[in-house]
Antibody
């Protein structure tokens, strides 16, 4: 069974960075892509970026360009999302989601990681 | 960036009735559209991709249609477990973008 396990909740101060992990199981990690998205309370889903877990190619939303870095470790079947220069508006539930490397919808989701940015 | 607009924001439906959710793209996205269901406190679940193809395990009462800029998600006979928020997502252009969501609630 395909499963994405995300790391636990984080509390960070403004200006700090956060790194969230997403461990995949039940499928060939390097044959898939991992997306990172976020959702603030009552808000729509916001796509942040994507990594082809097989070759490491990435694509980022312009909104987060320069602040977000997505990486993958195929030996650990794990993808990572690091967001820097945090501000209070970055407080949200962050999801990783898996999908095809050819079609960019998400057919398996992690349960989400809450990131709170507060002084 | 392609803007996705859903309507209505809230839909009140009685169990057993049909629900129709609309999604409009700010420019043509061919059939590169997906629909997701999100229940309170849960991650989204893929329902439909390619505008009309049901994902694995999705009941036949869920159907999608449309192409270009206008799309529809239809739930033919609402069950209790279908009351949730529904999102559309375009995957034709970067960045990937989502609609604002439609809450389907019990009437």
């Amino acid at each position: 069974q395909v499963h994405l396990l995300q790391s636990g909740a984080e509390v960070k101060k403004p200006g700090a960075s956060v790194k969230v992990s997403c461990k995949a199981s039940g499928y060939s990690f390097s044959s898939y892509a991992i997306h990172w998205l976020r959702q603030a309370p009552g808000q729509r889903l916001e796509w942040m970026g994507w990594i082809n877990a097989g070759n490491g190619n990435t694509k980022y939303s312009q909104q987060f360009q320069g602040r977000v870095t997505i990486t993958s470790d195929t030996s650990a079947n794990t993808a990572y999302m690091e967001l820097s220069s945090l501000r209070s508006e970055d407080s949200a539930l962050y999801y990783c989601a898996g999908g095809s490397i050819f079609y960019f919808y998400m057919d398996v989701w992690g349960k989400g990681t809450t990131v709170t940015v507060s002084s | 960036e392609i803007v996705m607009t859903q309507s209505p924001a809230t839909l009140s439906v009685s169990p057993g009735e049909r629900a129709i959710v609309s999604c409009r793209a700010s420019q043509s996205i061919s059939r590169n559209l997906a629909w997701y269901q999100q229940k309170a406190g849960q991650a989204p679940r893929l329902l439909i991709y390619g505008a009309s193809t049901r994902a694995t395990g999705i009941p036949a009462r869920f159907s999608g249609s449309g192409s270009g800029t206008e799309f529809t998600l239809t739930i033919s006979s609402l069950q209790s477990e279908d009351f949730a928020v529904y999102y559309c997502q375009q995957f034709n252009n970067w960045p990937l973008t989502f609609g604002g969501g439609t809450k389907v609630e019990i009437k």
